[in-house]
């Protein structure tokens, strides 16, 4: 069965903390991506990654940023977590098509309900 | 700008009517479709999706879509709904081959509450 485990889902942090969200997928997919959904705005784009090493900005890259260090793992760093950062976090990964456009179903972790205080 | 729109914040149906959860899109290219279903406390869970062919693609748990290129649409439908289907519905679209870019736009979601 295929997994994509997000380490924590509940975390309370306070403000200012550097704050350290993990997605690791067991399906040995090139893409990952991490997504924050708040309600009644749906699932916007933090950051994603097709390779190793390799980054773009999403939608809402500002505050945050992001390692993939090996193609399992892909991290989400909050440098001085905020109090507009409380959100649900979804980590997901899909294979990367030739073309290089999503045209493969995304699976997703169950999500990491952050709070900053 | 590309977008997803959901119109409909909530849907609410009886068991065993129909059901019809609305989505439309705004994207450059041939867009490439999708339908997501997220249950309290779990992550997304993947129902269908267009690429390419017939307009009426067919996903799990009895659920269907029809893309509409004219009207910009990628409704889903069941033709009878039960309860276990109550749920947050997402609609979303990547760009096709023109639009060219490696990534999911999502609508806000529309909450799904089938009545016994």
């Known amino acids: 069965d295929v997994k994509v485990t997000q380490s924590s889902r509940y975390l309370v942090k306070r403000t200012g903390e550097k704050v350290f969200l993990e997605c690791v997928q067991d399906?040995?997919?090139?893409?990952m991506f991490w997504y924050r959904q708040d309600p009644g705005l749906g699932l916007r784009l933090i950051y994603f990654?097709?390779?190793?090493?390799?980054?773009e900005k999403g939608d809402i890259p500002e505050g945050y940023s992001v390692s993939r260090e090996k193609k399992e793992r892909f991290s989400l760093i909050l440098e001085s977590a905020s109090t507009n950062q409380t959100s649900m976090y979804l980590c997901?990964?899909?294979?990367?098509?030739?073309?290089?456009?999503?045209?493969?179903?995304?699976?997703f972790g169950q999500g990491t309900r952050l709070t900053v205080v | 700008a590309q977008s997803v729109a959901q119109p409909e914040d909530q849907v609410n149906v009886a068991e065993g009517n129909p059901l019809t959860v609305k989505c439309t899109y705004s994207v450059s290219g041939n867009p490439y479709l999708f339908w997501y279903v997220q249950y309290p406390n779990r992550g997304l869970q993947f129902l269908l999706k267009y690429i390419t062919g017939d307009n009426l693609v067919k996903g799990s748990y009895g659920f269907e879509a029809e893309f509409n290129k004219s009207q910009t649409s990628f409704h889903l439908k069941k033709p009878s709904a039960l309860v276990s289907d109550s749920a947050l519905y997402f609609c979303a679209v990547t760009p096709g081959v023109s639009g060219g870019y490696n990534k999911l736009i999502f609508g806000a979601g529309t909450r799904l509450a089938v009545h016994p």
């Open positions: 399906m040995d997919h090139e893409n």
């Open positions: 997901a990964s899909s294979f990367k098509a030739g073309t290089g456009i999503m045209n493969t179903e995304a699976f």
């Open positions: 990654s097709y390779d190793v090493k390799m980054k």
